[in-house]
């Protein structure tokens, strides 16, 4: 791209121990980041026309959904970092994506539960009390809606080993293949 960068990517905070608290912004930074995209980060927790606090603008125009952002910068600048793949391959790598932003994503998110629930017992204003125990409601309905909140603790983190266990002993052969 040229010196003026045409991505803006509209995320949360950077966080002390990940570049983002949130794996979908990522994600979506990797991806730019490998795509050797130029962006900008806004951080001001600006919300998509559907709500999402990460999102971009690509020349002006909303993306909204980490994935529809990096298909639509494929598309848009003809990228295609899977170029190197099988068709089986993209599709192993889909599932596994799929696995990652869906199960694996809510279990995380019931792993985090304890550290939030916490957090509203920590001395504080009012104001950012109430804020913290408000978005872990909000954050345990939607738990509750994609199937994951009904497990206990332990079921949601043997939930999370499985998915790990499988990505890991799939990666593990991958590149024990392509390292030979």
């Avoid at 089986?88 to 019931?110: D, P, T």
């Amino acid at each position: 791209m040229g010196s003026a960068a045409k991505v803006i990517l509209y995320q949360l905070f950077r966080s002390p121990r990940a570049p983002s608290p949130s794996p979908f912004a990522v994600k979506l930074d990797t991806f730019l980041r490998m795509a050797k995209i130029e962006y900008t980060n806004d951080f001001s927790v600006t919300q998509s026309s559907k709500g999402k606090i990460l999102w971009m603008r690509y020349d002006g125009e909303p993306v909204e959904d980490s994935q529809f952002c990096v298909e639509y910068l494929n598309r848009k600048l003809n990228i295609n970092l899977n170029s190197h793949m099988t068709e089986e391959q993209r599709a192993i790598a889909h599932a596994f994506r799929k696995m990652a932003e869906v199960n694996l994503y809510w279990c995380m998110g019931m792993a985090r539960m304890e550290n939030m629930e916490f957090m509203t017992s920590m001395p504080g204003n009012r104001f950012n009390k109430l804020f913290i125990w408000y978005g872990i409601r909000v954050y345990l309905n939607q738990m509750k809606a994609h199937g994951i909140r009904p497990h206990s603790h332990e079921e949601s983190l043997h939930i999370m080993e499985g998915d790990l266990r499988s990505l890991s002993v799939y990666l593990g052969k991958e590149c024990k293949a392509s390292c030979l």
